[in-house]
């Protein structure tokens, strides 16, 4: 079985669902298995603040299922175009793997949820990469051969699933954008699937 982790935060929910997305892209890859795993909020001072088992959704990922998958799908609400604390200090936690090699030649992606159509998109996936590269990690984009990467009015990018949401949070994750997160979490599966 091909293990893919889907890490994700988010705040209002659009992140989590292109996570949903991209699972459901993952698991349309005969003997691939996603695990959607949430990220806690940190502190101002970066220190988990939430119980240890959220009240609803995902259960939290541990730096154990970060270091055992085989393939890592990376998703953050746009913050300032950048990824948000709780997923930057889950990276930063992840030390351990990074010495000893444990993500190194995975194949990993990224994915992100921005309010506005120019404030960052781009930017934050591209944040996003920057750890995991450190990582040894394999990173997959998205190429042109998917249509939605022409046509999309909204969110979806080479470098990964997105969506836009509007100023009011209330823009629904449309077809390009689906189709997109579907078509990452495919090519991670069939990717990691290749490499073990
Ligand atoms: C601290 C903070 C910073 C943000 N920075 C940006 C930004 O730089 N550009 C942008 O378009 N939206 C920004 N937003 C809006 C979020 O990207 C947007 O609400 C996101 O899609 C929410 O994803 P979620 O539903 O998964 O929580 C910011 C929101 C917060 C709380």
Not at 25 to 54: F, H, M, T, Y
Not at 130 to 140: D, E, F, N, Q, Y
């Amino acid at each position: 079985m091909i293990n893919i982790l889907v890490v994700y935060f988010s705040e209002h929910g659009k992140t989590r669902q292109l996570a949903h997305w991209i699972a459901e892209g993952v698991e349309r890859i005969e003997g691939a298995q996603a695990n959607v795993r949430a990220l806690p909020k940190v502190s101002a001072v970066s220190e988990q603040v939430e119980p240890e088992i959220p009240e609803q959704g995902a259960i939290y990922a541990t730096q154990q299922e970060l270091a055992e998958c085989d393939g890592l799908a990376l998703g953050s609400p746009t913050y300032f175009g950048n990824m948000a604390a709780p997923v930057k200090y889950f990276l930063d936690q992840s030390a351990g793997a990074w010495v000893q090699g444990q993500l190194a030649n995975k194949p990993a992606c990224v994915f992100t949820s921005t309010s506005s159509m120019h404030g960052g998109h781009e930017s934050t996936l591209l944040s996003m990469m920057i750890p995991l590269m450190h990582h040894g990690m394999l990173m997959l984009g998205l190429p042109y051969s998917n249509a939605s990467l022409n046509t999309t009015q909204q969110g979806g990018t080479p470098y990964g699933a997105g969506h836009i949401t509007g100023p009011n949070h209330d823009n629904p994750i449309n077809e390009d954008e689906k189709s997109l997160a579907i078509a990452l979490g495919e090519r991670l599966a069939k990717t990691a699937k290749k490499l073990k």
